[in-house]
């Protein structure tokens, strides 16, 4: 794209037209049509994404399905600034915002996930079924004063179907290229009237793979998955309600996506079986009420429980040169108490928190320097924290909001075969914004926040001696325009931020399989985002996002290796969209949408790459009746290849996935 070729100075003044040419169409009222009212829940309060001191994206459920999105990596194509390390295996995601991201041996994220506020803190199980559906908000930023560790540069909150008196049953059946076949249903019903609702939804799906497997013939990464979601709540009084949800997945995959890096073609030719036979339960409990007085409390009680069963070839030859495999039990029990109010224009919102960790870990690698390595360990943690966050009106249209969090983390592990070691950090995390609500429904802020990922041990490794690791803090300050016209055909938003990243921490791995993490590096990271929905007419809609991003060492040594200056791993300098929408008044639509990815290092001596790429998707709806519709996508419409070469340290490419063609058919029962 012509834009990598610009110079800073041309990039900055591109970038401040841009902010121009937004506020001028912001300006504009004579649009006829309007685009639905944005409320968010950034600060665990829903309020509208013109009022909130966040940069958020919201995208619904009914868009995600008819544009074929089902995944939760598939939102980088919609989302811009959100991107997945190339990992290439089901159930696992390691997300990248604002250049900063988590390895997975870490057992923790840079971005919280919260399904139903039940929290998601590591890549392992970071995923979530489309079906039935709300909405999924994506807040960049640190987020740790409100939301807790590990929502270090941001939080990606999906929300349910309202459980309510809006009765519902849908089928669906869809067919795709590689033999894909899924079935998905939902129904919500209301058990007694204004009392008791509840609501089941599923999905499974299988598809072939489309890596060779020489030996064997066929496919080696074919896939398949299940899962299962359930609510009941209960409606006590006009005040108080109860909500029980329990969730379940299951995968039985084949092999990870993949290959050797020395061989240009998408096969392998392993004698060594790979697999991923993961799986997780989640229950969680939320009670609401909301007292005379309007002050509103809040708890949400989770239990989180995922099985990581993979076995995987690493010299993708016949014999049993090298391999890795896992066989991970992570259990994860928290509580949350809090309580939000409004008093003569001050908004407020107190809280408490707890978090129990109980990790049973199985880390076994074969490989031709090391040998078998079979390690067994058990690690424990804890978290109690305490936040808080109150907003107050200044003079004329100005306001103050601050807040913070102090939390005590702790960690325990007891390797099979060596004595117990532990540690404990205590944080705190503070956030303050003014704001400027300078027109109706136009905003200018100015904040300073802090966000951390916690620290621990590297429990997989003997050979660094468990060595502890410690935090990684952020230290960002951020400015921003955003807002919509008064008819709502235009929404805007546009973010720059500074953050610097204290004790970052950084993979060492001096072999496949072999991978410990330190403390080894600062960094700063310095971009800007910006986003534009546009209703061109009652029936065009152009929705847009340009995210710039620059996240560089300032200072990491390794050995004899000097990184500083280079750019971090899985870090895109550019990331966007563009995407029109046509919607017919005979409840038709058609979208189409082109995605960019710059290149990205795939290691911190940045010598392998995932090249950028773009992508044309494509995705129509059509309703064959009031009961019965038809939707259909093409993904990666030109095929382009965009596979990540040299991954795990120049052993490994991930191969991208193919052009995908598929059809749905939902009957609404």
């Given at each position: 794209m ?11 003044r ?8 937004f506020n ?5 009222d004579?649009a006829?049509?309007?685009l639905p009212?944005?409320?968010?829940t950034?600060?665990?309060v829903?309020?509208?994404q013109?009022e909130?001191?966040r940069?958020?994206?919201?995208v619904y459920?009914?868009?995600l ?11 980088e194509?919609i ?5 997945f ?11 990248v ?5 988590s390895n997975?041996n870490?057992?923790s994220?840079?971005?919280l996930?919260?399904v139903?506020g039940?929290?998601t803190?590591?890549a392992?199980g970071f995923?979530?079924?489309f079906?039935d ?16 560790h590990n ?11 309202d ?7 849908e089928?669906?059946f869809?067919?795709?290229?590689r ?6 249903f939902?129904t ?5 009237p ?5 609501s089941v939804s599923g999905?499974?799906?299988e598809q072939?793979?489309?890596?060779d497997?020489d030996?064997?013939?066929g496919k080696?990464d ?9 609510g009941l709540?209960?409606?006590?009084s006009d ?5 029980i949800r329990?969730r ?14 020395t ?6 030719s392993?004698?060594?079986d790979?697999w ?9 409990f939320k ?7 309007g002050?509103?409390?809040s708890?949400?009680t989770a ?8 076995q995987?070839?690493?010299?993708f030859?016949t014999?049993?040169v090298?391999?890795?495999?896992r066989?991970?039990?992570?259990k ?11 008093n ?11 978090e129990?960790?109980?990790y ?6 074969q490989s ?9 360990t058990?690690?424990?943690?804890s978290?109690?924290?305490?936040f808080g966050n109150?907003?107050k009106p200044?003079i004329?249209?100005w ?6 969090r102090i939390a005590?983390?702790k960690v325990?592990?007891?390797p099979?075969?060596?004595y ?8 705190f995390?503070p956030?303050i914004?003014?704001?400027d609500?300078?027109?109706k429904?136009?905003q200018?802020y100015?904040?300073y926040?802090?966000?951390v990922?916690?620290g621990g041990?590297?429990s997989?490794?003997?050979?660094a001696n468990?060595?502890?690791?410690d935090?990684?803090?952020?230290h960002s300050i951020?400015m921003?325009?955003k807002?919509e016209n ?10 720059a931020?500074h ?9 060492q ?5 072999v991978?410990?993490?330190?403390n080894a590096?600062?960094a700063?990271s ?11 007419s ?5 929705q847009?996002?340009?995210a ?6 300032d200072d990491?040594?390794?050995?004899s ?9 899985f870090a895109p ?8 929408r046509?919607?017919?008044d005979?409840?038709w ?21 995932q ?11 059509y ?6 519709s038809?939707s ?10 965009y596979n990540?070469v040299?991954?795990q340290n120049?052993y490994?490419t991930?191969?991208?996935?193919p ?6 058919f939902t009957m609404r029962?």
């Amino acid at each position: 794209m012509k834009i990598e070729t610009l110079n800073p100075t041309l990039k900055s003044r591109a970038l401040v037209m841009c902010v121009i040419s937004f506020n001028v169409m912001a300006a504009d009222d004579s649009a006829n049509s309007s685009l639905p009212i944005m409320m968010v829940t950034a600060d665990k309060v829903e309020q509208p994404q013109t009022e909130t001191s966040r940069n958020v994206t919201k995208v619904y459920g009914e868009d995600l399905q008819q544009s074929g999105v089902d995944s939760l990596d598939q939102l980088e194509g919609i989302v811009s600034g959100l991107n997945f390390q190339p990992f290439g295996q089901s159930g696992v995601n390691s997300p990248v915002i604002r250049g900063v991201t988590s390895n997975m041996n870490a057992f923790s994220s840079s971005v919280l996930l919260l399904v139903d506020g039940v929290p998601t803190l590591m890549a392992q199980g970071f995923d979530s079924s489309f079906v039935d559906v709300k909405s999924v908000e994506v807040a960049r930023g640190p987020q740790t004063a409100v939301y807790g560790h590990n929502a270090e540069t941001g939080v990606i909150s999906i929300v349910s179907n309202d459980l309510d008196e809006t009765e519902r049953t849908e089928l669906s059946f869809g067919v795709g290229s590689r033999n894909k076949h899924t079935v998905g249903f939902l129904t919500s019903q209301e058990l007694s009237p204004n009392t008791l609702y509840a609501s089941v939804s599923g999905e499974y799906v299988e598809q072939d793979g489309f890596i060779d497997q020489d030996t064997t013939g066929g496919k080696a990464d074919d896939r398949e998955h299940y899962n299962l979601n359930t609510g009941l709540k209960w409606v006590a009084s006009d005040q108080t309600d109860m909500t029980i949800r329990f969730r379940s997945v299951d995968y039985d995959d084949g092999a990870a996506l993949w290959g050797s890096a020395t061989t240009e073609n998408i096969g392998v030719s392993s004698g060594t079986d790979s697999w991923n036979r993961s799986s997780g339960q989640s229950l969680s409990f939320k009670v609401n009420h909301t007292n005379d007085s309007g002050i509103h409390f809040s708890s949400i009680t989770a239990y989180n429980d995922y099985s990581d069963d993979v076995q995987q070839d690493t010299d993708f030859q016949t014999s049993e040169v090298g391999y890795i495999a896992r066989d991970n039990r992570f259990k994860t029990f928290s509580q949350e108490f809090k309580m939000d109010g409004e008093n003569q224009g001050n908004s407020w919102l107190f809280g408490g928190y707890f978090e129990q960790q109980d990790y049973d870990l199985r880390a076994i690698s074969q490989s031709y320097y090391y040998g078998l390595s079979d390690l067994r360990t058990k690690q424990e943690g804890s978290t109690y924290a305490l936040f808080g966050n109150i907003s107050k009106p200044l003079i004329s249209t100005w306001s103050l909001s601050g807040g913070a969090r102090i939390a005590r983390d702790k960690v325990k592990i007891t390797p099979e075969s060596s004595y117990s070691r532990e540690d404990g950090w205590t944080n705190f995390t503070p956030q303050i914004t003014i704001k400027d609500q300078y027109r109706k429904n136009h905003q200018f802020y100015l904040s300073y926040s802090e966000g951390v990922r916690t620290g621990g041990f590297n429990s997989t490794t003997a050979s660094a001696n468990y060595r502890e690791y410690d935090p990684e803090t952020v230290h960002s300050i951020e400015m921003g325009l955003k807002g919509e016209n008064l008819t709502r055909s235009v929404q805007y938003a546009v973010a720059a931020y500074h953050m610097e990243i204290d004790d970052m921490q950084v993979m060492q791995m001096p072999s496949v399989g072999v991978i410990y993490l330190t403390n080894a590096a600062e960094a700063t990271s310095d971009g800007v985002e910006l986003s534009l929905n546009y209703l061109l007419s009652s029936n065009w809609q152009l929705q847009t996002g340009i995210a710039w991003n620059r996240t560089r060492f300032d200072d990491y040594t390794y050995g004899s290796s000097d990184y500083s200056g280079n750019t971090n791993p899985f870090a895109p300098e550019w990331n966007g969209h563009v995407t029109l929408r046509y919607d017919d008044d005979e409840d038709w639509n058609v979208m189409v949408s082109t995605v960019y990815n710059s290149k990205v290092y795939l290691d911190a001596g940045n010598n392998y790459q995932q090249d950028g790429y773009n992508l044309i998707n494509l995705s129509a709806s059509y309703p064959l009746s009031e009961r019965a519709s038809l939707s259909g996508y093409i993904n990666n419409l030109a095929d382009k290849e965009y596979n990540a070469v040299g991954y795990q340290n120049g052993y490994v490419t991930v191969y991208s996935p193919p052009r995908e063609i598929g059809l749905k058919f939902t009957m609404r029962l």
